[in-house]
């Protein structure tokens, strides 16, 4: 399967400051990458879908301006939490998939999880 | 409106007690079913795709079959190290971003020697 790179594995911040987080398609071409927020004992929800060189696509109820996505190359998403707050803590965690391939598998990072103070 | 639907949410075995994870799901032509595999603090593991009804497909200790409602996760004779949370997730085929995979909040195993 692909290998999909995230960083940082773990990032503490204090409240107002904005964190990046990466990921990286290393073997992929990831023309659509998925970005998911996994809160303790509950189900990874979609949060937004990055696709390459376009603006991202965001789920109903998620603010595009806190969360900011590019996606400039087929290898690398970047989703930035502006001016995080406590409630935004949480486990972020991105998938890429390719457009090419049908009934295509998805592939995971390993998370970040972010801890806001 | 898709869904997803796993049970139990926590399942404890002692090792070498078989048992099967439920996962129910309600979705606009399916694409394709998924089980994965998620430590702590870690990003979900592909264990099998499922694309059609009757399909079975194993990996080891684990057996994952599909029916038009449902599919099952069976574990034969667990070991410590298959505990784990085990999620299982849809990818619709109509009116869906292909990729996009609609997630169950996952079964929690525990083995125990």
């Known amino acids: 399967g692909a290998v999909v790179s995230q960083h940082p594995s773990r990032v503490i911040c204090k409240s107002g400051t904005s964190v990046k987080i990466e990921c990286r398609s290393l073997d992929f071409q990831a023309t659509t990458m998925f970005w998911y927020r996994q809160f303790p004992k509950q189900s990874l929800m979609l949060m937004a879908t990055s696709n390459e060189g376009s603006k991202a696509t965001y789920e109903q109820g998620v603010e595009k301006d806190k969360f900011l996505i590019n996606h400039a190359s087929l290898t690398l998403s970047t989703l930035t939490v502006t001016s995080a707050h406590p409630e935004d803590s949480s486990f972020y965690i991105c998938?890429?998939?390719?457009?090419?391939?049908?009934?295509?598998?998805?592939?995971f990072g390993q998370g970040t999880r972010l801890t806001v103070v | 409106e898709d869904q997803v639907t796993q049970s139990p949410e926590a399942l404890r075995l002692q090792e070498g007690e078989s048992s099967s994870l439920n996962c129910s799901y309600t979705?606009?032509?399916?694409?394709?079913l998924f089980w994965y595999r998620q430590d702590p603090g870690k990003g979900p593991e592909f264990l099998f795709t499922?694309?059609?009804a009757g399909e079975e497909k194993e990996k080891e200790r684990l057996k994952a079959t599909l029916t038009k409602k449902e599919s099952f996760l069976h574990i034969t004779a667990p070991k410590p190290e298959d505990s784990a949370t085990y999620l299982c997730?849809?990818?619709?085929?109509?009116?869906?971003?292909?990729?996009?995979?609609?997630f169950g909040r996952g079964t929690q195993l525990t083995v125990w020697p």
């Open positions: 998938s890429v998939s390719s457009l090419q391939e049908l009934n295509t598998e998805a592939f």
């Open positions: 499922l694309y059609s």
């Open positions: 979705v606009s032509g399916l694409r394709g």
């Open positions: 997730a849809v990818q619709a085929d109509r009116g869906s971003t292909l990729g996009r995979l609609y």
